[in-house]
């Protein structure tokens, strides 16, 4: 519908039985559409109107009645705690619905998916963590009789394997900024220009929304960089272990 449109509206049929047992007569209402709202919910946009209370009343033949009250809570994870207080005091007939039981097969479809990309995103640190082995340990082959002449002349094995972990750390460090800015920058493009579409009338929205959470930025980060550096440490373990005469003789 657009602004200045006609739109009748008739009331449901659970509200028209439950008037007729009451004794009144529903009937169906004429509005003029006066504006149009839009959430990007398809449940919303294409099933709700907002009506004024006396004119809802009057089509489902409701008298002085309402058939639910909206509670708002100040912190979302609080509205199941809160609800199940209120279905108390409250009692039958009235029941109580938070928005985690009205979206339950919604929320649990997310939960999996994301348990599905956290085991993705693992699975793929930790093939990067292998290639930094296989690397630093191509490094300590290739380095043998360097390593060999600098331990002859007096270079400790610490000092050895601290190279080698300072390179895998370093390694690691780049690899992360480098993914961090390409992950925010795609993160911010999908989200601004809705570059992945979705069918509403089965996922309730038309695209797919990015919501970057700095603590889960964080802990992606921390982890990358401390599975890098602890892949280091058997190529630098390889590397200090080295003995100076059986490195030089290697050549």
Do not use: C
Request: hydrophobic letters at 50%.
């Amino acid at each position: 519908a657009r602004v200045g449109d006609t739109i009748t509206v008739f009331s449901p049929a659970g509200m028209r039985a439950a008037s007729l047992l009451a004794g009144m007569l529903p009937h169906p209402e004429s509005f003029i559409v006066t504006g149009v709202f839009q959430t990007e919910m398809y449940e919303y946009d294409y099933s709700y109107i907002y009506v004024d209370i006396d004119a809802a009343r009057a089509v489902a033949g409701l008298g002085e009645d309402v058939t639910g009250i909206e509670v708002k809570t100040v912190n979302r994870w609080e509205a199941p705690r809160i609800a199940g207080q209120l279905d108390s005091v409250l009692g039958f007939p009235r029941r109580t619905e938070d928005w985690t039981i009205q979206n339950a097969s919604l929320f649990k479809a997310l939960r999996l998916e994301k348990l599905a990309m956290a085991i993705i995103l693992g699975l793929i640190v930790i093939v990067a963590a292998l290639n930094i082995v296989s690397t630093l340990t191509m490094v300590v082959r290739d380095k043998t009789r360097e390593i060999g002449i600098l331990k002859a002349m007096g270079l400790r094995a610490g000092s050895v394997r601290n190279v080698f972990l300072l390179q895998g750390l370093v390694i690691g460090l780049a690899g992360t900024a480098a993914g961090l800015a390409l992950g925010v920058a795609l993160g911010v493009a999908l989200d601004r220009y809705r570059l992945i579409k979705l069918d509403p009338k089965i996922y309730f929205i038309d695209h797919l929304p990015v919501v970057m959470q700095v603590g889960d930025t964080l802990l992606i980060v921390i982890a990358s960089v401390l599975i890098a550096t602890l892949a280091t440490l058997y190529p630098a373990r390889q590397a200090a272990r080295l003995a100076p005469v059986d490195a030089i003789r290697h050549e």
